[in-house]
């Protein structure tokens, strides 16, 4: 079965600061990867997707998101967080053949002190 | 475009009353999702239709609860007899994508938020 893991559950920072949040998974096959972000208040959105290619991929607003396949790990990176980055970010999971669920680690909850 | 609307947006009942969630896609999208965050936890699948069939209910908790989409457009949720475990927020997504690899991004709604006491 599929399943993701995210390490960490609470993160503060500082405005500037860099950004990494873990993010592993464990499928038997090949997969999509996406990072979703919920804002205070708001829906979850589509911050960025993997399916193939280049495995560096960059999303909204300066993410961006490195997929290591022998690690099966797919990281979110951002050189200078803002306050307006203060959110709830998710990692999740497809496989990419028929009518894959997608499925969610828990969530980290990111705060950005100004 | 209108996005993904859920209603309602928060509810509170008691034990054993029943709650009906509602979930209006985006037009024209065939895959309609329905997802449940317990406090905490991680967000999980329960099901997804294709139009109006019900191609995956492996994640539905039990037969308290019912999920319909007549006529492939809106949905439905409810949950009969509501438990105390219940509580969380339910989350419903649509993509537009029809067929046997479905890549397309899920567009979320805000989720209702349930409550049970």
């Known amino acids: 079965a599929q399943s993701v893991s995210q390490h960490n559950h609470h993160v503060i920072l500082s405005e500037a600061a860099s950004l990494e949040l873990g993010c592993n998974y464990s499928?038997?096959?090949?997969?999509?990867l996406f990072w979703y972000v919920q804002y205070p208040g708001q829906h979850l959105q589509l911050l960025l997707k993997?399916?193939?290619?280049?495995?560096l991929v960059k999303g909204i607003k300066g993410f961006e998101a490195e997929f290591i396949k022998s690690k099966f790990s797919f990281n979110l990176r951002k050189p200078s967080v803002q306050w307006s980055d203060t959110a709830e970010y998710f990692c999740a999971v497809k496989g990419n053949t028929g009518f894959q669920k997608l499925v969610f680690g828990t969530g980290t909850r990111l705060l950005v002190s100004p | 475009e209108a996005g993904v609307t859920q209603f309602p947006s928060h509810s509170v009942i008691e034990k054993g009353q029943t709650v009906t969630l509602r979930c209006d896609p985006i037009?024209?999208?065939?895959?309609l999702y329905w997802y449940r965050r317990v406090m905490g936890k991680e967000i999980k699948f329960l099901l997804h239709?294709?139009?109006?069939?019900?191609?995956?209910e492996s994640g539905m908790p039990n037969n308290r609860f019912l999920a319909e989409r007549t006529g492939g457009t809106y949905s439905t949720l409810k949950v009969q007899p509501a438990e105390l475990e219940d509580s969380g927020v339910y989350f419903c997504?649509?993509?537009?994508?029809?067929?046997?690899?479905?890549?397309?991004?899920?567009?979320f709604g805000e989720g209702s938020r349930l409550t049970v006491l």
């Open positions: 997504a649509s993509s537009q994508f029809y067929g046997s690899t479905n890549t397309g991004e899920l567009f």
């Open positions: 499928y038997g096959g090949t997969v999509n």
């Open positions: 037009s024209g999208h065939d895959n």
């Open positions: 993997y399916f193939s290619g280049d495995p």
């Open positions: 239709f294709v139009k109006e069939s019900k191609q995956d």
